[in-house]
């Protein structure tokens, strides 16, 4: 079984600025992926940055950064530059191995407001 | 990049009737689907894995005679919402996996029963 724990149901960020979103998991997967999606009010779900369990390197896309924290089961987003577009929900997922990789577990997401 | 769509976008029946969600994967085929349940300002909840040519295989507490879900093609898996009752109304949102192991997500389906 596998739990997503967001803590901060809302956050603000002032654009340009940066911003971190956390996220603790738990699961008894020996190995996992870990995911951070966006959901603008458009509800559509956007892959923002996809970790696996295996590799010790953070991984990085472009603005967006995660720290991999696997000891303590954490998994945080940070945004840097933020931008107006990046208001939206965001949301922490684990998934398992292999079969079920894609069997996704969310957190329960964290609006994020960007203010101009 | 790939495009899953879901249609329709926005329904609303009547309590008692049942209502069906396609989703498609228009420019790739997609042996995996899913469907996630969203309530208003909550998370995504898995409800089962489609699989083309199988039976679903639904997670525990989602009854598989209440949400029907059929994957005849490669392309398009089906969510029947069977004798739909308000406490049904929802955003249903799905996702289908790609050869390379890519995932994509619908735009979802709010359902509104009366």
């Known amino acids: 079984a596998q739990t997503v724990t967001q803590s901060q149901p809302e956050m603000s960020v002032q654009e340009a600025e940066t911003v971190t979103l956390s996220c603790t998991y738990d699961?008894?997967?020996?190995?996992?992926?870990l995911f951070w999606y966006k959901q603008p009010p458009s509800r559509q779900m956007i892959l923002v940055i996809r970790?696996?369990?295996?590799?010790?390197q953070n991984a990085t896309e472009n603005r967006f950064s995660v720290n991999f924290q696997k000891a303590a089961k954490s998994f945080s987003l940070k945004i840097s530059d933020s931008q107006l577009g990046d208001t939206a929900m965001y949301f922490c997922a684990s998934g398992g191995s292999g079969a079920g990789s894609y069997q996704l577990t969310f957190g329960k997401g964290t609006k994020l407001s960007v203010i101009p | 990049g790939a495009v899953v769509s879901q249609h329709p976008s926005w329904v609303i029946c009547k309590s008692g009737t049942s209502v069906k969600i396609e989703c498609r994967s228009l420019?790739?085929?997609?042996?995996?689907m899913f469907w996630y349940r969203q309530f208003p300002k909550q998370s995504l909840m898995l409800m089962a894995t489609s699989n083309e040519g199988s039976k679903a295989t639904y997670e525990q507490g989602v009854e598989k005679d209440k949400f029907l879900i059929n994957h005849a093609s490669l392309t398009l898996s089906t969510l029947t919402v069977t004798s739909a009752h308000p406490e049904d109304s929802s955003f249903y949102i799905c996702s289908a996996l790609d050869i390379t192991g890519e995932l994509f997500f619908g735009e979802g389906s709010r359902l509104t029963v009366l």
């Open positions: 970790q696996e369990a295996y590799k010790q």
């Open positions: 699961t008894s997967e020996s190995n996992y992926y």
């Open positions: 420019d790739f085929q997609a042996t995996t």
